[in-house]
């Protein structure tokens, strides 16, 4: 079928993209500004003696060399093996594999390869950097929750984020933010009181915090423009509508039994409850002070999060509206 990519989702890539693209360099200029400080302060303990312009250009190196590496690790990890999830033949699961193979003939799109988990928790997600090296992955408990009209309306909103090609751009994205958290969370545990260690720590959250505010909208956003490519690829919004309302009801009752279950809620065509959580501004007295946000009152606290933490980092809009959205285009359509 004639279905174009989603104009407004791809300005809104190319602006996160762009916009994150300049957070990135400038945290990266401003690492290897204190990187090359560090490595002064420790010079003397070796014997070498470094000027600024050669302590920054070498901590401009280690930070490149650094990013190199994360980036090849990153490119390398597959999500399906992450998850424990197996390819499939259509001897297996027939229906799934007729939906897939359908829905991306329709599409326009390579057949993608079709892996399932074995897990209670019910998600699917789609893995790529390309529509030929696509990948469905599907849970057994999706499997399990859906019945085939429904699970046909989640394998379109699945190729439809293969068609619009926002796999791609959020692992690109993801690639910066995440490590930065890592590097400021190794930093906090770290027990380290330098001032370079500190600087590093906390401008690496606040470059995750800004970039992750960002993703968290495109995200948002390319949740939606699935959401029409289901609704234009079946011709009809109410099968996906009801997927939804079946898989909000199955996730809240379905208990986190791995730790994964927390990125499989960013990752699931439903995610948890709560979404997806933000930083925890507590006090630990086993830390130093300036590792933690002390809030005296748990009101504040809990607004900050509410209101905050799990609206604007969100990686998806409420289901409840996606479905309102979803029985109005029913109407419309009834209508007209």
């Not at 399906?80 to 829905?103: K, W």
């Not at 926002?166 to 590097?183: G, I, K």
Request: hydrophobic share 45%; with cysteine; aromatic share 6%.
């Amino acid at each position: 079928m004639n279905w174009p990519l989603d104009r407004d989702l791809q300005r809104r890539m190319a602006l996160t993209l762009l916009a994150l693209g300049v957070l990135t360099l400038a945290f990266g200029a401003g690492l290897s500004v204190l990187v090359g400080w560090g490595l002064q302060w420790l010079a003397p303990f070796v014997g070498v003696s470094l000027t600024d312009a050669m302590a920054v250009g070498l901590g401009a190196v280690a930070t490149l060399v650094a990013g190199c590496a994360v980036l090849h690790h990153a490119l390398q990890q597959d999500a399906a093996e992450t998850f424990d999830a197996e390819e499939v033949s259509p001897a297996d699961y027939p229906s799934l594999h007729r939906a897939v193979a359908q829905l991306a003939q329709a599409a326009d799109l390579p057949m993608p390869s079709v892996h399932v988990a074995d897990r209670e928790r019910p998600f699917a997600m789609t893995t790529g950097l390309s529509t030929d090296d696509a990948k469905l992955v599907v849970s057994t408990g999706l499997l399990d929750a859906l019945d085939e009209r429904q699970l046909e309306a989640v394998v379109a909103h699945e190729l439809a984020h293969v068609k619009n090609r926002d796999a791609a751009v959020m692992t690109l994205v993801e690639l910066p933010l995440s490590s930065a958290r890592n590097l400021a969370r190794v930093l906090q545990h770290s027990g380290g009181v330098h001032f370079v260690l500190l600087a590093v720590a906390a401008g690496s959250y606040a470059f995750w915090g800004t970039g992750r505010t960002l993703v968290a909208s495109l995200s948002r956003s390319r949740e939606l423009a699935a959401d029409r490519g289901a609704t234009a690829l079946l011709g009809d919004p109410a099968p996906l509508a009801s997927a939804l309302d079946t898989l909000a009801d199955d996730v809240s009752s379905t208990p986190d039994t791995d730790a994964r279950d927390t990125a499989l809620a960013a990752l699931s065509v439903v995610p948890a409850p709560s979404g997806e959580p933000g930083p925890k501004l507590t006090y630990d007295k086993r830390r130093p002070l300036f590792w933690s946000v002390r809030l005296p009152f748990r009101r504040v606290r809990r607004r900050l999060n509410e209101r905050y933490f799990h609206r604007a980092l969100a990686t998806h809009p409420e289901t409840d509206e996606r479905i309102e959205r979803l029985r109005r285009l029913e109407r419309e359509r009834t209508d007209g």
